[in-house]
């Protein structure tokens, strides 16, 4: 008897355990891009942008498609395609350059030269709840430059009740600017964004920015955005001009 009851028990701790698996973690079988993402897939991030349910799957692709090459170097425009799913194709909800930042289309010198202008890219960092439990934001770096240092960007980007993609919040900074996402350890708290870089005072050049290494921290709070210290320019609902 004692056994049967052992049995019985694990019995249920199984079944109990399969029902406990979220849909979140679903996904359907054979899934495709409609259309696909331009030239070759670096990264393919799943995010849940109107949150954890399979039917509110997202995918976040980063792709680069070459733009031509000269001198022994090879110049890339980067892509950064969203997709949502229907059925079992992610159909395209919003794509970059395409329609409009994080990143600007490469073009060829105007002189001709075999150049092609901004040098760029991309990276997915992942996702995080930042404004409320259970529903995420997509977090992406990307780096564009021409003859000096560039601009680096970290963008977070959520989609509205109505599926459009919209950039929640931006940040700008020169030369350089990175994003790491801080997962929330406290229950009913918010993930926040650690961002790391050089800082420049509004009369800093920028072969010589005022602290070499600098952090800040990007966060949500009762649906307020803020950087803590503010090193960094930062636009709310938009991305950089």
Known sequence: MKHERSALLWGLTLCFGVLAVPIAAQEPPNSTFAPSPPGTIAQNQLVYLNGEAMHSQWRAVASKKLAGQGNGTSFYQWYLSIYAIDGTTYRLKYQS???????????????????????QSLQVDGVGEFVQSGVQQLVVESHETGADCG????????????????????????CALKATIA????????????????????????????????????SNR??????????????VGKFPP
């Open 97 to 119: 350059p395409a329609n409009g930042g994080p990143l600007s289309k490469v073009t060829q010198a105007s002189d001709g030269a075999k150049m092609w202008f901004p040098l």
């Open 151 to 174: 601009t680096a960007i970290v963008s977070v980007l959520t989609a509205t009740t109505s599926g459009k993609v919209v950039p929640a919040v931006s940040v700008r900074n020169g």
């Open 222 to 235: 009762n649906g307020t955005w803020t950087e803590t210290p503010k090193y960094y320019s930062f636009y």
């Open 183 to 218: 997962h929330a350890k406290t229950p009913g708290a918010r993930d926040s964004i650690v961002l790391s870089g050089p800082y420049y005072n509004a009369t800093a050049p920028m072969c010589c920015p005022t602290k070499t290494k600098a952090a800040a921290v990007l």
